[in-house]
């Protein structure tokens, strides 16, 4: 049998208060059978399904003594499963001291330390002592939260699962401090200037040490680890800007006598001395040193043949500094992913199936390559990645407010119960009263002998006559026999708890020979009583309302467990789709009524709602199953890219020069160097079209109608005579994995 445990939500309000199972059970009447009797049984089958208990128990207090409870059968079931502290409503006053007369007169004393709710963990995570901890004691304080706090609430099946949620959600990551990260930076006080002549000073110490790891160790050759070691030595000085700059112009300092070679300033010439220039980077080993040659060659010539190409040059670097820029960046990123290229000049339609869940591009175009886009641009870059976790954040919230349209809220829902309890008893309380016609009573004899036969209804006596008891009705075997409207009401609630069981006990065929016993005896009872099957048909439609924020309720518990709301929370698609998949089933299980039937339930409107739900969440998860592609071009340095295809096209190189290893790397490098602010701008102007399809449309709608010229700038080719020292220098620079 499944654990019990208490629904968060019931914890929560004025007058709880926490105590043991056993502390609230010595305050109230003693529990002679706790495993028998209708109410014990229906708690069971409710636990069985794997509901929590909705309702706390509840004690009223007058002058320090218990006069009233509720909940005995609760407090057992919990105790049994485990749990160490249940919350109790009060109505009236615990004395400061905690001690109270039970209401059997004994003394019970309460542990006072405990009776008010726990500081939640975030508000404890937060508190300046818990931040001055060490990660040790931070670790000891987690453990001793959940030992002290949300172990006692939880029963002991569902223990580990808890402690496992709980340490994973609250796990402390620790980050160094400014003082520890000030004394092991070398840099610390060093001057702009001072930073810059070092950068420069490295470019030139690199190229002999580069000679020197070209060199057997033997003859004055580096050692294994040694240019490694460099590397780490230099990398505090390489993090500061003015560091890289001046790292830049040493560079470009060593390759001066680039510009005596013949033919350096061409594309071939530059990609030459670059490679030879890159060649002479320090490396750990031949492939290493390959790729600097690579590396310094293509940079080297790039940059040559980008001074071939001013224009493109220029609109390189000035469109990631311009919102138009920054938005054509983005909207080409979607282009170059997508599937079909005129995506976004198609019109776009069902942006919202459930109001306020805005659905993201991928989900409003199917398209397979913005999918693929949608998880790179998360994986690339945090803030992206926080952008669409607020969109989820805020979707799951609608999606629960479309549930919660259905569910009604609890004083609705008490509302109607009291209203439809108070004409049926009075309705039924009347129909009881009214004898049966003879002529009708022998119209049904005959199906009234063949019914006593069958043996459910002679167990039905037995559980008949307790019903009425739990009701405070007197109902005995001898009026049970005289076949009285009442005494058969009783026989039908007992059929009604035999078809329970048999379905907890997944017995479907005894389950329907019973339903078939009780359509016959409900038969009889409205040919014997017209006035007890209207008081039915009024009950029935009484419950409408009910039973439809029954299934509200029920969805809300299935798709938005309560553990979810200490952590991050999302419908899954099948998880969904298991819940809805049966609309009757849900139904049943929803309601507790073996015949309900959700289309008879729920209005069109309510239907509308859950088709629209299952379309939103389907939805959100094929767009990420077409994501699943493996090598999906990666969506970072979207300015630095930008910049590598506005240079390649005039060229005339091949489009996959975008997005090959060197044209990355050289993004790294743009964006590291300069433009790290813009990267930031337009990544997240990328997340606003990917989770925004309307502002994606607007935008590239603007850029159609939007003739952009960009000025011309008269530049002195004359000074391509001191471009070779600068492309090879580049070259030399972006080879030595600065």
């Given at each position: 049998m499944a654990d019990a445990r208490m629904d968060p939500q019931a914890t929560k309000g004025d007058g709880i208060v926490w105590m043991t199972p056993q502390?609230?059970?010595d305050l109230t009447p003693d529990l002679k059978k706790p495993e028998q009797g209708?109410?014990?049984?229906?708690?069971?089958?409710?636990?069985?399904?794997g509901e929590p208990i909705s309702?706390?128990?509840?004690l009223t207090v007058k002058g320090g003594k218990v006069t009233e409870q509720d909940g005995?059968?609760?407090?057992?079931?919990?105790?049994?499963?485990?749990?160490?502290?249940?919350?109790?409503?009060?109505?009236?006053?615990?004395?400061?001291?905690?001690?109270?007369?039970?209401?059997?007169?004994?003394?019970?004393?309460?542990?006072?330390?405990?009776?008010?709710?726990?500081?939640?963990?975030k508000d404890v995570a937060r508190s300046p002592e818990y931040r001055k901890l060490s990660p040790e004691q931070r670790d000891a304080a987690r453990q001793q939260y959940f030992?002290?706090?949300?172990?006692?609430?939880?029963?002991k099946g569902d223990r580990d699962l808890a402690r496992e949620q709980f340490m994973g959600q609250t796990e402390f990551r620790r980050v160094p401090t400014e003082a520890e990260m000030r004394e092991a930076d070398p840099t610390n006080g060093m001057s702009t200037l001072d930073l810059a002549r070092a950068g420069a000073g490295k470019a030139m110490s690199d190229l002999g040490t580069g000679v020197r790891s070209m060199l057997p160790a033997a003859l004055g050759g580096t050692k294994p680890g040694e240019v490694d070691q460099m590397r780490r030595e230099d990398a505090p000085l390489m993090a500061t800007t003015a560091g890289r700059l001046g790292n830049v112009g040493g560079s470009i300092a060593t390759a001066l006598p680039a510009a005596l070679i013949?033919?350096?300033?061409?594309v071939a010439g530059a990609g030459a001395a670059g490679a030879v220039y890159g060649a002479l980077q320090p490396a750990e080993s031949l492939g290493e040193r390959t790729g600097n040659a690579l590396e310094g060659g293509l940079t080297a010539g790039g940059i040559t043949a980008g001074a071939r190409a001013l224009p493109s040059v220029y609109r390189a670097l000035v469109d990631p500094f311009r919102q138009v820029g920054q938005d054509k960046i983005a909207l080409d990123t979607i282009g170059r992913f997508a599937k079909d290229p005129n995506v976004l000049s198609k019109p776009m339609t069902d942006l919202e199936l459930v109001p306020g869940s805005r659905r993201s591009l991928a989900e409003v175009t199917g398209d397979p390559g913005i999918a693929q886009l949608q998880r790179a641009a998360q994986a690339a870059s945090p803030e992206t990645a926080n952008v669409f976790a607020d969109v989820r954040t805020q979707r799951l919230q609608a999606r629960k407010d479309a549930v919660a349209t259905i569910a009604g809220t609890e004083g609705e829902k008490q509302f109607f119960e009291a209203a439809r309890d108070a004409t049926a008893q009075r309705l039924y309380g009347e129909a009881f009263k009214v004898k049966p016609d003879p002529a009708n009573v022998a119209k049904v004899a005959p199906q009234i002998k063949e019914l006593l036969q069958r043996p459910s209804i002679q167990a039905a006596r037995d559980d008949a006559l307790k019903i009425a008891a739990e009701e405070g009705v007197k109902l005995t075997p001898k009026k049970l026999a005289d076949g009285s409207i009442e005494s058969l009401h009783y026989m039908k609630k007992a059929l009604d708890s035999q078809i329970s069981r048999a379905k907890v006990a997944g017995d479907s065929a005894q389950a329907a020979r019973l339903l078939d016993t009780q359509k016959k005896l409900l038969g009889v009872m409205d040919t014997l009583s017209p006035d007890y099957k209207a008081a039915r048909a009024v009950y029935a439609a009484d419950s409408k309302p009910i039973n439809r924020m029954e299934i509200g309720e029920y969805l809300s518990k299935k798709l938005f467990p309560a553990l979810n709301d200490y952590g991050t929370e999302r419908i899954r698609a099948a998880d969904f789709a298991k819940v809805i998949q049966d609309g009757d089933k849900l139904a049943r299980s929803a309601t507790g009524h073996p015949g309900a039937k959700l289309a008879d339930i729920l209005t069109s409107d309510q239907m509308k709602t859950i088709d629209a739900l299952?379309?939103?969440?389907?939805?959100?998860?094929?767009?990420?199953?077409?994501?699943?592609?493996?090598?999906?071009?990666?969506?970072?340095?979207?300015?630095?890219?930008?910049?590598?295809?506005?240079?390649?096209?005039?060229?005339?190189?091949?489009?996959?020069?975008?997005?090959?290893?060197?044209?990355n790397t050289l993004a790294n490098r743009w964006v590291s160097l300069a433009a790290k602010p813009v990267e930031e701008r337009i990544q997240a102007r990328l997340a606003q079209f990917l989770t925004d399809p309307q502002t994606a449309a607007a935008a590239a709608a603007r850029r159609a109608q939007m003739a952009q010229t960009l000025p011309m700038s008269a530049l002195n080719f004359g000074g391509q005579r001191v471009l070779p020292p600068v492309a090879v220098g580049s070259g030399a620079y972006a080879a030595n994995g600065q």
């Open positions: 502390q609230y059970l209708g109410q014990a049984e229906s708690l069971r089958e409710s636990i069985a399904r309702t706390p128990p509840s005995r059968h609760r407090a057992y079931q919990l105790q049994q499963s485990g749990v160490g502290l249940i919350p109790v409503r009060v109505e009236g006053e615990i004395p400061k001291d905690g001690k109270l007369t039970s209401m059997m007169g004994g003394p019970v004393q309460l542990d006072t330390a405990r009776l008010a709710a726990p500081k939640p963990w030992d002290q706090v949300v172990a006692p609430r939880v029963g013949p033919g350096a300033n061409t299952a379309h939103d969440v389907g939805g959100e998860a094929a767009a990420v199953e077409r994501a699943k592609v493996p090598g999906s071009p990666t969506a970072q340095y979207l300015s630095g890219k930008n910049a590598m295809r506005e240079i390649a096209g005039p060229l005339g190189m091949p489009k996959s020069f975008a997005e090959s290893v060197v044209a």
